[in-house]
T-cell receptor
Framework: GEDVEQSLFLSVREGDSSVINCTYTDSSSTYLYWYKQEPGAGLQLLTYIFSNMDMKQDQRLTVLLNKKDKHLSLRIADTQTGDSAIYFCAENSPNYKLSFGAGTTVTVRA | DGGITQSPKYLFRKEGQNVTLSCEQNLNHDAMYWYRQDPGQGLRLIYYSQIVNDFQKGDIAEGYSVSREKKESFPLTVTSAQKNPTAFYLC????????????FGEGSWLTVV
């Protein structure tokens, strides 16, 4: 089984907020990441959070970390059509590898 | 511009042939990685290298080989031993100087025909 789990699909109306959830297993992870992948492209780093933080905000993006429950979420405010993509949650390992979730496909509808 | 360049973007291979995917980075990163992505799945680590002339197997190394003769280059060879090589391949790199955050190239599509 995967160490990082995410729901596979999310549909959201344009202008609403999107919330993508992720659970991870490695309590020693120092960083947790959110990547965005548009069709046929590589992964773009969206944001990351250090494990001693509870929240990080960057423009329309808000990351919440519940370390006790090993739960990470990404909130996208005022979701736009350009936000349609696959979003990957990832945790780092001590030897600098990353473990990825399967990705959440976000579809923004008008 | 600094970044990670993968080539070719699209590659077709006949069964039984080896093929090499190129990955070059000018970010001065020490570590480099190869991931494989299949539709509807997350990324799986094939090989990684933390320093020149050294590399380790990832979770799905069978049927693949790599070399790290130069810091900026980490080519991946998909051999004929790889049973299901059709996939999207992503190269990445990282450095302690950038918080060990992993940055990705644009990917290479390999199709076996």
């Amino acid at each position: 089984g995967e160490d990082v789990e995410q729901s596979l699909f999310l549909s959201v109306r344009e202008g609403d907020s999107s919330v993508i959830n992720c659970t991870y297993t490695d309590s020693s992870s120092t960083y947790l990441y959110w990547y965005k992948q548009e069709p046929g492209a590589g992964l773009q780093l969206l944001t990351y959070i250090f494990s001693n933080m509870d929240m990080k905000q960057d423009q329309r993006l808000t990351v919440l970390l519940n370390k006790k429950d090993k739960h990470l979420s990404l909130r996208i405010a005022d979701t736009q059509t350009g936000d349609s993509a696959i979003y990957f949650c990832a945790e780092n390992s001590p030897n600098y590898k990353l473990s990825f979730g399967a990705g959440t496909t976000v579809t923004v509808r008008a | 511009d600094g970044g990670i360049t993968q080539s070719p973007k699209y590659l077709f291979r006949k069964e039984g042939q080896n093929v090499t995917l190129s990955c070059e980075q000018n970010l001065n990163h020490d570590a480099m990685y190869w991931y494989r992505q299949d539709p509807g799945q997350g990324l799986r680590l094939i090989y990684y290298s933390q320093i020149v002339n050294d590399f380790q197997k990832g979770d799905i190394a069978e049927g693949y080989s790599v070399s790290r003769e130069k810091k900026e280059s980490f080519p991946l060879t998909v051999t004929s031993a790889q049973k299901n090589p059709t996939a999207f391949y992503l190269c990445a790199s990282s450095s302690p100087n950038s918080g060990n955050t992993i940055y990705f190239g644009e990917g290479s599509w390999l199709t076996v025909v």
